[in-house]
């Protein structure tokens, strides 16, 4: 898959909360930046071989810029450090154009906006493409404690600012996000949306079903999962080449595949940007992504290579 890179700079750097950056990206030439819809994300070009998917957390109708918020995260495999520590003023960065696979319900009558940590960024998007739209909805902003977290400056000034809740650990139990009163009963075209660590993630998709929200009207962007790489081998053969190869028990199929010669385009390798994406001929997928819906992993045609594994003793794969 290859996509569009736009050459941008640093145009801004603000570090908030603790261990948040913010930066401001825009063109060298001041020339506007292509459109983006909310819940959009885009891939950070930060060395070769290392790609990271960011959410872009800006006003999408102001296209001077893409802001994206990134968390530098002790077990980064290298992501987060290197925003951190090479993305200064001034500096250069190339970023694919932006895609969605997090985007706003169309027909909404209503929108409940969920974000745990740094997994409010997609939700400021959506925020302001909402609230321009004259949309009802409500932003549920949960924190560990006010003065760790990024963003509370700018939703507090923002014009939705009233359409915000903030809740954090470590005050009173009353401002605490009370999730069944919040989803209370779903109504006709009421859509969740949640964003946050994987544990919050869950906690929150489980009360929406639980309230009685449809499996489609909760929406969900992974940014962390934790991968799961056991199960025992079996044979993959890349139909286009005709090579067999042996997938090893904690081996994925991209690193077996390799093994042969066979390349195959990855990013994030956590299941989560769909880069590695592949049509299954025959065989059985183990699913292990976070990327395909329930009804897209039930058909069994595609396979995520760089975390998903085999039910079956053999795939092929059309790659
Ligand atoms: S590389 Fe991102 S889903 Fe496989």
């Not at 290298?78 to 993305?87: D, F, K, P, Q, T």
């Not at 004259?134 to 932003?139: C, G, I």
């Not at 993630?201 to 962390?224: C, L, P, T």
Request: proline letters at 4%; aromatic letters at 6%.
């Amino acid at each position: 898959m290859s996509e569009q890179v736009l050459k941008l700079v640093v145009r801004k750097r603000v570090e908030q909360g603790e261990g948040v950056v913010i930066l401001d990206l825009a063109d060298p030439a001041g020339q506007p930046l292509p459109a983006f819809e909310a819940g959009a994300h885009v891939d950070v070009h930060l060395a070769p071989g290392l790609v990271r998917q960011y959410s872009l957390c800006g006003d999408p109708a102001n296209t001077t810029a893409y802001r994206l918020g990134v968390l530098k995260d002790p077990a980064s495999r290298g992501g987060s450090v290197a925003v951190h520590e090479r993305l200064q003023e001034g500096s250069e960065v190339a970023i694919g154009a932006p895609r969605n696979h997090f985007p706003l319900a169309a027909d909404a009558s209503r929108s409940i906006l969920i974000g745990g940590g740094i997994g409010i960024t997609p939700m400021i998007a959506m925020a302001h493409a909402l609230a321009a739209q004259d949309s009802q909805f409500a932003l549920h902003y949960c924190g560990r404690s006010r003065g760790r977290t990024a963003f509370l400056d700018e939703l507090g000034e923002a014009d939705f600012a009233a359409c915000v809740h903030t809740h954090f650990d470590d005050e009173a139990d009353a401002q605490k996000l009370d999730l069944p009163a919040v989803l209370g009963r779903p109504e006709a075209g009421a859509h969740v949306y949640v964003c946050g660590p994987a544990g919050f993630m869950d906690w929150v998709i489980s009360e929406a079903r639980k309230a009685g929200y449809a499996e489609d009207n909760i929406h969900r962007e992974y940014f962390q999962v934790e991968l799961d790489a056991s199960g025992s081998g079996f044979e993959v053969v890349a139909s286009r080449s005709g090579k067999t190869v042996q997938v090893a028990e904690g081996q994925t199929i991209v690193d077996a595949l390799a093994g042969v010669g066979i390349k195959v385009e990855i990013s994030c390798e956590q299941g989560v940007c769909g880069t590695c994406l592949c049509d299954v001929l025959e065989g059985e997928p183990d699913h292990r992504d976070v990327y395909l819906t329930d009804d897209e992993k039930a058909a069994n045609d595609q396979i995520l290579v760089c975390c998903s594994r085999a039910k079956s003793k053999k795939l092929v794969l059309d790659i």
